[in-house]
C-alpha cells in the first residue's frame, strides 16, 4: 500500500482549494469516489504516496437530477444506487445496464459512472453507452466548471483532459426525444466478474413510420480510448434499422477500431466482435422502441 | 472382501461439518492469520528474467536498512548437494523462470521489507529462455540445465529431456492391421494452475537452541517438516509444524516455497518471520501443471472392439524434472481392456516455474487426448459413445495398461448408469452438442494415524493428521459414530501438528477418507476392544464372551448371565473405575486404495459471432466406492468439473516471447465464476473397495479427468469439427470458425 493522506472537503469550493494546495507544494493530490480503482492501485503497482481527496461527501457529486431538457447524474454515485432509480433506469437502460455489469453486487455498493470515467480506460463499461447518449462530463477547476463531451474527455489509456486541478461533478446526458432507447453490449469469456474485451453503446430513435432519425454509436476496447462512431450512425440514419444498415454499421464500427493483440484478445478478434456487438446492441435499441419501452 | 449391502446408522447421512462454524462466520484461521509478538516480516527477490547466469548479488544496501533484521540468498543455505527444492526456492548458479526466487529479507514492516528487496543490486548475464516442450526438443535448444542426462545416463549428450517413460504390451502393428477405423490426432493442453483462493503463508519462529516452529497452511504438515529438514539440512526434532486451515490446495499445498526462508530469516534475525505470498507471486512462482503436447493412435475394428493404441507424450515440467509424465502414460488407457498398446511419455525441461501436483496429476492431459480421439472412433464407427466404451471397458480382472489386475471397479456400472440417466436419455436440442467422456485415477494409501480420546460424559475426540481440505473431519465422524455406535454430534475431529499426533502423509491422491479413515475406524475399534474388555470385567467374563452392538457391549449370545447392557456412554463414565480413561489409537501403511472411474457428459452451445462456448449442462457420474458424506463427495465431482471445465474453456499461461507470464491474476487467468456454469448433477454410483471396511474409495481426483474432453467433444459436435488445442477460449473458436468457412 502506498502511504497516503486522506481529506474528504464538504463542498466544490473546499476541493479546488485542496487540489489548488497540492498542486503549489508539489505534492500528488488524486480524487478518491468509491475507491475500486484507486485503491487497488495503491496496494499494487502505484505505490506513489499521495492526498486522497474524498468527494463523495460532496452535494453535487451525490445529486441526480432529471428535468424536462437534460438529467445530472452525479460523478459519486454508486452504481447499486442508480440502478435502484426507475426512472432513469426507464430514459438510459443501457447505461444504467452498462453500470450494472461493473464487479460484483459489492463492488456496484462504492463504484460510481464517475469512477469508471475517470479510470479512463479503454476499456471502461460505462463509456460507449455515456458516448452513445451523448453525455458531457461536468469539470470544475479554479476558473469556474466547463462541459466536455464524453468522447472527448478520455485522451489515452489511463488519461483524461482533466488538469491537476479539476475534477469531474457529474455527467450531463440530454433527455431522449419520444423514442429514442439506448443499448450497451460488452465481450468478456466469463459471464461477469471481467473487463470488457470489446464493448458497443448505441442509441436509437425511430420516427412513428420505423425510421431512424438519430442515432449515436460508441464502442470501447478497440483503441487507446473509446470512440464515437459517426458512420455507424449514418449508416442507421433513414433506414430501419434493418439487417442491412445494421450490418453496415457494424461494418463501420470494424473500420473504426484500431485494437491491439493482448491475453484478452487479438486484433482480428477485436476487430470482428465489435461489429457483432454493435449490430447485437442496434437491434436490442430498436425492438426497446418498437417493444415501446418508452 | 467387502461387506455385504447393509443399513448404515451414520455413513450415508449428511450432517453439519465440525469445522462449518468456524468457517462460515470467518473465525477458521487461515494460514495468514497467524501473528506472533515481534513479528517481521519477510520478503523475496524474484528475477526478472526467464533464463540468466547471476554473475553477483549486492546485498550491502538492503543490509545496512534501518529496520532490516536479516537478509539471505542461497549461500545462506547449506552448500552440499542442494535438493531441486532448495535450488526452487533460492536460485543458485542460474535464474530458472521469471520470477524465480534469489534472495529474501526480513524486516520490522513490510514496507521495510519492500525497500530492502528494491535496493539489491543483482547482476544478470540473460540467456536464451526455453518456453515450449517443442522448443525444449529442437535439436539446437538451449539447455536449462547444462548437466542434465535423460534418465541420468552418463552416455547420452545433455539435454532438456529429464526423463522417459515406456509402457507396451501385444503387438501394435498388428493390432492396427486388424482395424477397420484408425484416429490419430495430436493434442494440446496448456499449463493450468491450481487456482486456491488462499495464497501461500506461514510464520517461522526459530528459538535460542535452534529449533523451528512453523504455522502455515498445507496439505501436510509432516511433509513440511520433512522439506525443512532437507533443505536446511536441520533435525527432524528441531522442526514443529503446525497447519493451519487451508483455503485450498489442489495439490498445489505438497511443496513448500517460503516455509524453509522464513526459517532461515528468523534463525538469523532472532525473530519470528511471516511470509505471505501476493497472488501475482503465487501464479509467477509456484507450481501449475505441465503444459502437454500428446499424439494418440488409436484404431477399432467394424465391431468397436479397439485393436491398438499408441500414444506419445511430452509434459513440460518446468525449470526442474519431476513433471507427472509417468501418471499421465500408466493413465491414458487405463479404462480399457486393451491387448496392444505402445505409450512413450517424456519428461522436459523449461524455462517456467516447476510443475506441481494438480489433481489427478499428469491424467487430464493424456485422458484428454485419449477421450477425444476415442470420441472420434464412435464417430466413424456411428456408435453411440457410451456403447462404444462399454465394449472395450476394463471391469474386475482386467489387465490394467500400467500392469496389474483391477480388483472390483466400477467403470461399467458408471456407464450403465450413465446410459439410463434421464439427463442422458433426453437428447440435446437442435444447435446444442454433447459430449461424453470417462475420467480415472489411481488413488493412494500410504500411512496415517489416529487417535481416539473418549471423555467422561461418553464424548469422542479424534486426533489425526490430515489437513482437513475437502470436509474429512465430517467423514471421520461419521465413520466413527458408525463404528463405535454413538451420535455423530458427540465427536469431534482434530487436525493435530507434528508434536501432537503420530505422523500422517499428506491429503493428497484423494487418501484421507480411505487411509486416515481406516486408521480411525481401526483406532475406534481399539476402543471397542477396551470397551468390551471394562465390559467383560464388570460382569466377570472373558472378554471373548462379550460382543458389541449398535454402541453397546453386551453379553455374546449363548452367554448365560443376566446382565443389562452397558453403553459406550456408562462405560466411559465408569472407566475411571475399570482402568482409566478409554484411548483408543491406530496407525495404518493403508493398501488397496481402489482406482475410482466416472463417466461425465456435458450439453453446450456456441455463439458462432463471438466464438463463446456456453455451458448448458453437465452431468457426472462416479464411483465413490461408499459415499460416507454424500454431499462431499457430490462437491468433489462438482468442483472437478469446474475445474476441467475452466481448463477446457479458458484457462491457460501466457507467456510472452521472453517468457513473461503475461495473465498472472485471476482477472486474466480465468477460472469459472459461479454463474458460467450450470449446476453440476451428480450420480454417486457405490462398487466397495475390498480394501477397506466401508468400501471407501478416493473421490477428490477423478473429477477433473473427464470434463477437458467432455467439453471438447461436445464442442466438436455442435462446429461439425474438432478444435484440438485448449483452450478453446473465444479467439480461438472464432478463428478456428474463420478457418472452416
Known amino acids: ?294 | 472382501m467387502a461387506e455385504a449391502v447393509r443399513e448404515f446408522t451414520a455413513i450415508g447421512t449428511r450432517p453439519i461439518r465440525p469445522d462449518g462454524v468456524e468457517k462460515v462466520t470467518g473465525k477458521a484461521n487461515f494460514g495468514a492469520d497467524f501473528s506472533l509478538p515481534g513479528m517481521l516480516y519477510g520478503k523475496v527477490l524474484r528475477s526478472p528474467y526467464a533464463h540468466a547466469r547471476v554473475k553477483g548479488i549486492d546485498l550491502s544496501e538492503a543490509k545496512a536498512m534501518e529496520g532490516v533484521f536479516s537478509v539471505i540468498t542461497s549461500a545462506d543455505f547449506p552448500k552440499e548437494n542442494p535438493s531441486d527444492m532448495s535450488c526452487n526456492i533460492l536460485a543458485r548458479e542460474k535464474v530458472l523462470y521469471h520470477g524465480h526466487a534469489l534472495a529474501a529479507v526480513a524486516a520490522r514492516s513490510q514496507s521495510i521489507a519492500e525497500e530492502a528487496i528494491n535496493s539489491i543490486k543483482v547482476e544478470y548475464e540473460v540467456l536464451q529462455p526455453v518456453l515450449s516442450a517443442d522448443a525444449a526438443l529442437a535439436e539446437d535448444a538451449p539447455l536449462v540445465d547444462e548437466n542434465l542426462r535423460t534418465n541420468g545416463d552418463e552416455s547420452f549428450m545433455p539435454s532438456n529431456v529429464a526423463a522417459t517413460v515406456h509402457y507396451e504390451r501385444g503387438d501394435v502393428d498388428k493390432g492396427f492391421e486388424k482395424a477397420d477405423y484408425i484416429v490419430e490426432e495430436e493434442y494440446r493442453i496448456p499449463s493450468a494452475h491450481q487456482g486456491y483462493i488462499e495464497p501461500h503463508a506461514c510464520v517461522a519462529d526459530v528459538n535460542e537452541k535452534g529449533r523451528a516452529s512453523v504455522w502455515c497452511c498445507t496439505q501436510g504438515a509432516f511433509e513440511v517438516r520433512n522439506y525443512i529438514s532437507e533443505v536446511l539440512q536441520k533435525k527432524i526434532s528441531d522442526i514443529k509444524v503446525t497447519p493451519s486451515e487451508i483455503g485450498g490446495g489442489f495439490g498445489g499445498k505438497t511443496v513448500v516455497y517460503v516455509e524453509p526462508v522464513a526459517v532461515r530469516l528468523s534463525e538469523l534475525a532472532g525473530r519470528p518471520v511471516k511470509m505471505v505470498m501476493n497472488r501475482e507471486e503465487v501464479f509467477r512462482a509456484t507450481g501449475p501443471c505441465s503444459a502437454t503436447v500428446c499424439r494418440v493412435k488409436v484404431g477399432a475394428n467394424k465391431d468397436g472392439i479397439i485393436t491398438a493404441a499408441k500414444a506419445w507424450m511430452a509434459y513440460e515440467a518446468g525449470a526442474f524434472p519431476g513433471s507427472p509424465v509417468t501418471p499421465g502414460c500408466m493413465s491414458i488407457f487405463a479404462p480399457y481392456d486393451l491387448k496392444n498398446f505402445v505409450i512413450d511419455g517424456l519428461d522436459v525441461l523449461v524455462n517456467k516455474p516447476k510443475v506441481a501436483a494438480y489433481r489427478a496429476p499428469g491424467a487430464p492431459q493424456s485422458m484428454h487426448a485419449m477421450e477425444s480421439a476415442v470420441d472420434e472412433l464412435a464417430r466413424k464407427l456411428n456408435m453411440d459413445p457410451i456403447d462404444l466404451r462399454l465394449k472395450n471397458a476394463a471391469d474386475e480382472g482386467t489387465e490394467a495398461p500400467y500392469g496389474p489386475k483391477y480388483p472390483a471397479i466400477g467403470l461399467v456400472e458408471c456407464l450403465k448408469a450413465a446410459k439410463v440417466h434421464p439427463n442422458y436419455v433426453n437428447k440435446p436440442a437442435k444447435d446444442v452438442g454433447r459430449g461424453v467422456a470417462v475420467g480415472f485415477w489411481f488413488n493412494i494409501g500410504m500411512q496415517s494415524s489416529a487417535e481416539i480420546w473418549v471423555a467422561p460424559n461418553g464424548a469422542v475426540t479424534i486426533m489425526e493428521g490430515s489437513p482437513d481440505i475437502g470436509g474429512s473431519r465430517a467423514s471421520m465422524c461419521l465413520m466413527a459414530a458408525e463404528t463405535l455406535g454413538i451420535p455423530y454430534d458427540s465427536i469431534n475431529a482434530v487436525i493435530g501438528d507434528t508434536e501432537s499426533t503420530g505422523f500422517c502423509n499428506l491429503t493428497g491422491g484423494s487418501r484421507t477418507t480411505f487411509a486416515t479413515g481406516l486408521a480411525v475406524v481401526r483406532a475406534c475399534e481399539d476402543v471397542i476392544a477396551e470397551c468390551k474388555r471394562r465390559a467383560a470385567m464388570t460382569w466377570d467374563l472373558d472378554t471373548e464372551q462379550v460382543d458389541w452392538e449398535n454402541g453397546f457391549a453386551v453379553p455374546r449370545p449363548g452367554v448365560n448371565i443376566e446382565a443389562e447392557p452397558l453403553s459406550f456412554a456408562e462405560l466411559a463414565k465408569t472407566a475411571g473405575r475399570t482402568g482409566g480413561p478409554l484411548v483408543g489409537r491406530a496407525s495404518v501403511n493403508a493398501q488397496g486404495a481402489g482406482a475410482c472411474f466416472s463417466v461425465n457428459w456435458t450439453d453446450v452451445t456456441v455463439d458462432r459471432d463471438t466464438g463463446k462456448v456456453d455451458v448448458q449442462a453437465f452431468t457426472a457420474v462416479q464411483d465413490a466406492g461408499r459415499a460416507i458424506h454424500p454431499s462431499y463427495v457430490e462437491g468433489q465431482m462438482q468442483g472437478g468439473a469446474v475445474q476441467g471445465i475452466g481448463w477446457a474453456l479458458n484457462e491457460e499461461y501466457i507467456y510472452d516471447d521472453n517468457g513473461v507470464l503475461e495473465n498472472a491474476s485471476f482477472l486474466d487467468y480465468r477460472i469459472p465464476v459461479a454463474s458460467d456454469v450450470p449446476m453440476i448433477d451428480c450420480q454417486i454410483v457405490e462398487v466397495p473397495n475390498p480394501s477397506h471396511p466401508y468400501g471407501v474409495r478416493g473421490v477428490g481426483e477423478t473429477p477433473i479427468v473427464a470434463p477437458l474432453a467432455a467439453t471438447a467433444n461436445a464442442v466438436r459436435e455442435v462446429l461439425g469439427f474438432r478444435i484440438n488445442d485448449l483452450p478453446m477460449s473465444p479467439p480461438r473458436v472464432l478463428e478456428a470458425l474463420d478457418n472452416a468457412s
Not at chain 1, 455515456?130 to 477547476?141: D, E, P, S
Not at chain 1, 473487463?195 to 458497443?200: D, L, R, T, Y
Open chain 1, 1 to 294: 500500500m502506498s502511504r497516503f493522506g486522506y481529506v474528504a472537503p464538504k463542498s466544490v469550493a473546499d476541493t479546488i482549494h485542496l487540489l489548488h494546495d497540492c498542486e503549489t507544494r508539489g505534492e500528488r493530490a488524486q480524487i478518491l469516489a468509491g475507491g475500486t480503482d484507486v485503491i487497488v492501485q495503491m496496494r499494487t503497482f502505484d505505490r506513489e504516496p499521495r492526498t486522497l481527496v474524498d468527494v463523495k461527501y460532496i452535494e453535487e457529486l451525490n445529486r441526480v437530477s432529471i428535468e424536462d431538457n437534460e438529467t445530472y447524474i452525479g460523478a459519486a454515485i454508486p452504481s447499486g444506487v442508480l440502478n435502484e432509480n426507475q426512472k432513469l433506469k426507464s430514459l438510459y437502460p443501457g447505461l444504467l445496464e452498462s453500470a450494472d455489469l461493473i464487479g460484483s453486487t459489492q463492488i456496484q455498493g462504492r463504484a460510481s459512472i464517475g469512477g469508471n470515467l475517470c479510470n479512463s480506460s479503454p476499456a471502461g463499461d460505462t463509456i460507449p453507452a455515456l458516448i452513445a447518449n451523448a453525455a458531457k462530463c461536468l469539470i470544475a477547476g479554479t476558473h469556474g466548471t466547463r462541459n466536455v463531451p464524453v468522447e472527448d474527455f478520455v485522451t489515452g489509456v489511463g488519461t483524461n483532459c482533466m488538469t491537476r486541478t479539476e475534477f469531474l461533478l457529474g455527467l450531463i446526458l440530454p433527455r431522449p426525444r419520444p423514442r429514442t432507447q439506448d443499448a450497451y453490449l460488452r465481450f468478456i469469456p466469463r459471464t461477469e466478474m471481467d473487463i470488457a474485451v470489446v464493448g458497443a453503446g448505441v442509441s436509437l430513435t425511430l420516427d412513428h413510420d420505423r425510421v431512424c432519425t438519430h442515432a449515436r454509436v460508441g464502442i470501447g476496447a478497440v483503441a487507446p480510448t473509446p470512440l464515437l462512431v459517426t458512420k455507424a450512425a449514418e449508416a442507421l440514419i433513414g433506414t430501419q434499422c434493418d439487417e442491412t444498415s445494421l450490418q453496415a454499421a457494424a461494418d463501420a464500427c470494424r473500420a473504426a477500431a484500431s485494437p491491439i493483440t493482448d491475453k484478452r484478445g487479438t486484433v482480428v478478434y477485436r476487430r470482428k466482435v465489435v461489429g457483432v456487438l454493435c449490430y447485437r446492441a442496434g437491434v436490442i435499441a430498436r425492438d426497446r422502441i418498437l417493444n415501446g419501452q418508452n
